[in-house]
Nanobody
Framework: VQLQASGGGLVQAGGSLRLSCAAAKRTSSNNAMGWYRQTPGKDREFVAC????????SYADAVKGRFTISRDRPQSTVSLQMNSLKPEDTAVYYCAVDRRAMCSNSPQTWGQGTLVTVSS
């Protein structure tokens, strides 16, 4: 297993969760990393991305100002702090390694998903 995500769970609307993803160094150290999410019947969608050195980030409009992505490059981990959660944030969240060093929304390696459920 190259990517291991954790931190999902059940939370009330307005609450917070923190997702983490541990990656094998050889699969992530020089690549951007991101989070995506998917709900039943819909395509997987981009949530957030952080560049290879943590210096640049990008977010989907739906989560801007509420979610924060960060990475610990020496530890090969990427985290997603999710605040002010809404029921529409309910989804399976996946971490991914991007094909490039900077965020390009072109994932090449996926982790297993972690379920986030936000109750109203």
């Amino acid at each position: 297993v190259q990517l291991q995500a954790s931190g999902g769970g059940l939370v009330q609307a307005g609450g917070s969760l923190r997702l983490s993803c541990a990656a094998a160094k050889r699969t992530s150290s020089n690549n951007a990393m991101g989070w995506y999410r998917q709900t039943p019947g819909k395509d997987r969608e981009f949530v957030a991305c952080v560049g290879w050195n943590g210096g640049s980030t990008s977010y989907a409009d739906a989560v801007k100002g509420r979610f924060t992505i960060s990475r610990d490059r020496p530890q090969s981990t990427v985290s997603l702090q999710m605040n002010s959660l809404k029921p529409e944030d309910t989804a399976v969240y996946y971490c991914a390694v991007d094909r490039r060093a900077m965020c390009s929304n072109s994932p090449q390696t996926w982790g297993q998903g972690t379920l986030v459920t936000v109750s109203s």
